[in-house]
């Protein structure tokens, strides 16, 4: 397909327009809740669905295996943070789930922008020390995937010797790797070893300047895609989306409002700024303009401090149509929308939204041949 849709599920039954400040990542799991949450995507038309990561949340290879098993088509991109799992051990887990699920996996590789989160697993290293380290971890990952004999790996960070590994994936030439940074230190690592390389949503005119920056550091010989993550929110009339926009971003600041020493510190209450170049980057922009482009809004990344995919696209299914196509335009191929309403807002997307942008795609796809 020439544009990819990817959704995102989580392991229990939660509604961002009660709890603003919850992550779908974390939490409790309710089993027959990911079943119905994977097959609401799989009937929607979503290509994939990312299992995310967090420091205290569900392991996420084994959320994808019990999702795969209760669809047929829909794929799965897992996050995954280096350092933690052995490379050549990441590889072989990794492969051996590529075959039970048919070859509809994929890995989203997060390095991870927070000190507080890398600690809680015991990780100490400084922002750039560990993208470093995510290069050798991807370095020996591939060989892994793709070495017909074994091999010696001796770097700043792993030492292997004789590494192999009897299973390889299902899909060929390996498993695609999606990959996320926004940093100097991130560029070109992602440029280097990713197959889609993905970005928050950002203005048009941003995503243009970084899809530039990191072609320019791609290796000779790679060919990118890109990605961009939104959060949708729609009405049946542009008055009805602005009103619920408002009325979820009345709740953020509440809750923020009524934060108490006694309460949990979550991402999204923590008043500190964040440590992630791309969170910093969402709240550089939400503190220029409210909305960019055509309906592009930020106040929600301003008030929670952008700890994630955090801008909206506001309008009717139409208006959020046209501007997932304008990102289409810029050169994004894959759009990650999740909403704040999790299940009902990946329903309303798959009936209202995929498929007028899908339709649109394919109508500039068979103009562009005639063209030609």
């Known amino acids: 397909m020439p544009i990819e849709f990817i959704g995102m599920i989580g392991?229990?039954?939660?509604?961002?327009?009660?709890?603003?400040t919850v992550s779908i990542t974390g939490g409790s799991i309710d089993p027959a809740y990911v079943r119905k949450f994977a097959k609401a995507h799989e009937d929607g038309g979503f290509d994939r669905v990312l299992v995310g990561y967090g420091s205290t949340g569900p392991d996420g290879l084994t959320v994808a295996s019990f999702a795969a098993a209760a669809t047929e088509r829909l794929k799965f991109l897992i996050a995954h943070?280096?350092?933690?799992?052995?490379?050549?051990?990441?590889?072989?887990?990794?492969?051996?789930?590529?075959?039970?699920?048919?070859?509809?996996?994929?890995?989203?590789?997060?390095?991870?922008?927070?000190?507080?989160?890398?600690?809680?697993?015991?990780?100490?290293?400084?922002?750039?020390?560990?993208?470093?380290?995510?290069?050798e971890y991807l370095d020996i990952v591939r060989r892994v995937w793709t070495s017909n004999t074994p091999f010696d790996y001796e770097g700043e960070f792993y030492r292997v010797k004789d590494a192999y590994s009897d299973v390889k994936p299902l899909q060929q030439p390996h498993i695609p790797l999606y990959f996320g940074?926004?940093?100097?230190?991130?560029?070109?690592?992602?440029?280097?070893?990713?197959d889609v390389y993905a970005m928050w949503g950002e203005p048009i005119a941003a995503v243009k300047e970084?899809?530039?920056?990191?072609?320019?550091?791609?290796?000779?010989?790679?060919?990118?895609?890109?990605?961009?993550?939104?959060?949708?929110?729609?009405?049946?009339?542009?008055?009805?989306?602005?009103?619920?926009?408002?009325?979820?971003?009345?709740?953020?600041?509440?809750?923020r409002a009524a934060k108490t020493e006694n309460q949990p510190i979550t991402p999204y209450l923590n008043s500190a700024r964040p440590q992630a170049?791309?969170?910093?980057?969402?709240?550089?922009?939400?503190?220029?303009s409210e909305i960019?482009?055509?309906?592009?809004?930020?106040?929600?990344?301003?008030a929670t401090g952008a700890y994630g995919n955090t801008t909206a696209l506001v309008?009717?299914?139409?208006?959020?149509?046209?501007?997932?196509?304008?990102?289409?335009?810029?050169?994004?191929?894959?759009?990650?929308?999740?909403?704040f309403d999790p299940l009902g807002d990946a329903i309303a997307y798959g009936r209202d939204v995929i498929p007028l942008v899908r339709a649109e795609v394919q109508r500039r796809e068979q103009q562009a041949s005639i063209v030609a």
Do not use: C, M
């Open 277 to 288: 170049v791309g969170s910093n980057r969402l709240l550089q922009f939400a503190q220029e």
């Open 315 to 339: 309008g009717t299914p139409e208006q959020v149509a046209e501007s997932l196509v304008d990102y289409y335009d810029a050169g994004v191929t894959t759009l990650l929308i999740r909403g």
């Open 292 to 302: 960019f482009d055509k309906r592009l809004w930020t106040p929600i990344a301003a």
């Open 81 to 135: 943070r280096p350092g933690f799992v052995a490379p050549t051990l990441f590889a072989r887990k990794t492969a051996t789930l590529d075959h039970f699920t048919n070859g509809r996996i994929a890995v989203h590789i997060i390095t991870g922008g927070s000190d507080a989160e890398q600690q809680r697993d015991g990780d100490w290293f400084d922002h750039d020390t560990r993208y470093r380290r995510t290069d």
């Open 11 to 20: 392991t229990r039954q939660i509604s961002e327009l009660d709890e603003p």
């Open 181 to 194: 940074g926004a940093s100097g230190a991130a560029v070109p690592v992602g440029a280097k070893h990713s």
């Open 210 to 255: 970084r899809i530039r920056e990191v072609k320019a550091v791609t290796p000779p010989g790679r060919s990118l895609r890109f990605s961009v993550s939104l959060r949708p929110i729609l009405g049946d009339t542009e008055k009805k989306a602005w009103e619920r926009a408002h009325s979820i971003l009345s709740r953020v600041k509440e809750i």
